[in-house]
T-cell receptor, first 115, second 109 residues
Framework: GAVVSQHPSWVICKSGTSVKIECRSL??????MFWYRQFPKQSLMLMAT?????????EQGVEKDKFLINHASLTLSTLTVTSAHPEDSSFYIC???????????FGDGTRLSIL | DAKTTQPNSMESNEEEPVHLPCNHS???????IHWYRQLPSQGPEYVIH???SNVNNRMASLAIAEDRKSSTLILHRATLRDAAVYYC??????????FGAGTRLTVKP
């Protein structure tokens, strides 16, 4: 079945550091990728939608200068959390969509801990 | 976006069928009904989806009400590995999906 790989699985870093998370579709071309954030004991919250080759569309309340999204190819999207602070600590999950007749497939998430 | 309503939690015994309900009274004609499940510290896993007709796959069955205002995910024989949070989500033409709180399924041996 379709596989989406997310890297790294977890990262711990100091406050003020910028962290890049990669999301790859391994066996299909993803025209659209989605980024979610999930806090403990809560549901997934959609952060942004990115289409290959164009700027991402951010959900209300998500700072686009804080969470930089790049979708430069049909198999790779990256999320960079810039100048991360402890309140940015969360579980970040990406999903990828090939064509609109198919379901989205999710990565296994990246647990980000900012000290 | 149309929203869904699910019970917070449900329990089942191992090897018994489980019926997970979902209400989506404001569904539009082009919204697909998707079900995903999530294990702790993992991304959601696709289970099944449908538009109007009932659907079956190797994981589950999806029963969709005639008026499409509700649906039921059916696990025919629950196993301990089926314990997860199950999300019922409507996906429209723009393909984005917004997750509700889901149903936490506990399977008792």
């Amino acid at each position: 079945g379709a596989v989406v790989s997310q890297h790294p699985s977890w990262v711990i870093c100091k406050s003020g550091t910028s962290v890049k998370i990669e999301c790859r579709s391994l066996d299909f071309q993803a025209t659209t990728m989605f980024w979610y954030r999930q806090f403990p004991k809560q549901s997934l919250m959609l952060m942004a939608t990115s289409n290959e080759g164009s700027k991402a569309t951010y959900e209300q309340g998500v700072e686009k200068d804080k969470f930089l999204i790049n979708h430069a190819s049909l198999t790779l999207s990256t999320l960079t959390v810039t100048s991360a602070h402890p309140e940015d600590s969360s579980f970040y999950i990406c999903s990828a969509l090939g064509n609109s007749n198919q379901p989205q497939h999710f990565g296994d998430g990246t647990r980000l801990s900012i000290l | 976006d149309a929203k869904t309503t699910q019970p917070n939690s449900m329990e089942s015994n191992e090897e018994e069928p489980v019926h997970l309900p979902c209400n989506h009274s404001t569904i539009s004609g082009t919204d697909y009904i998707h079900w995903y499940r999530q294990l702790p510290s993992q991304g959601p896993e696709y289970v099944i989806h449908g538009l109007t007709s009932n659907v079956n796959n190797r994981m589950a069955s999806l029963a969709i009400a005639e008026d499409r205002k509700s649906s039921t995910l059916i696990l025919h024989r629950a196993t301990l590995r089926d314990a997860a949070v199950y999300y019922c989500i409507l996906r429209g033409n723009n393909n984005d999906m917004r997750f509700g709180a889901g149903t936490r399924l506990t399977v008792k041996p």
